[in-house]
């Protein structure tokens, strides 16, 4: 359910407090309440390093998704009861259905694709230049480590790119 996995991005975006599109330890510890937990640091220790599931030290959103959907956390109201990460693409054994409550059908979107030729112009005019496009990796990578995630993908498209 898209409108659930927008919640969830909400309250992620919500604990992650440097706006790095990842989640520390500190920052989960810091961030309990907004999924209705209360824990002592040894239990967030261990439910941190529960979701961190590449071992990376910091949690991803997709992560942070599954963990919800393990921990029946709820988001705005809503549990989820299963989450495949990407990688997995198998089924949860469950069979359960992924959000326990549906949302009415929105019959008439608030989308103005007006303006998205000239982003996407934009766009391909810096792929076509190297200086440009050196520019936007550098842009990019927000974290410097020469390497670039979706998140940081993600944050630069918001932010250069509003009108997507």
Not at 41 to 55: G, I, L, P, T, V
Not at 60 to 68: G, I, K, M, S, V
Not at 130 to 135: E, G, N, S, V
Request: hydrophobic fraction near 40%.
């Amino acid at each position: 359910n898209l409108l659930y996995f927008n919640k969830a991005f909400a309250v992620f975006e919500g604990i992650d407090t440097d706006d790095d599109r990842r989640m520390d330890f500190g920052e989960f510890e810091q961030g309990l309440s907004q999924v209705g937990l209360s824990l002592s640091s040894a239990e967030a220790k261990a439910e941190f390093e529960q979701m961190d599931r590449n071992e990376g030290g910091q949690v991803l959103f997709d992560e942070f998704c599954a963990w919800l959907a393990e921990r029946q956390c709820p988001v705005d109201g809503e549990v989820a009861t299963e989450f495949v990460l990407n990688d997995e693409r198998a089924a949860s054994a469950s069979g359960s259905k992924a959000v326990t409550t549906a949302r009415p059908h929105d019959a008439e979107a608030d989308i103005d694709s007006s303006g998205f030729a000239d982003v996407e112009a934009a766009i391909s005019g810096a792929l076509k230049d190297k200086a440009k496009l050196k520019d936007m990796w550098c842009a990019i990578d927000f974290n410097g480590n020469g390497k670039v995630s979706l998140a940081e993908i993600d944050k630069f498209v918001v932010a250069t790119y509003p009108k997507l």
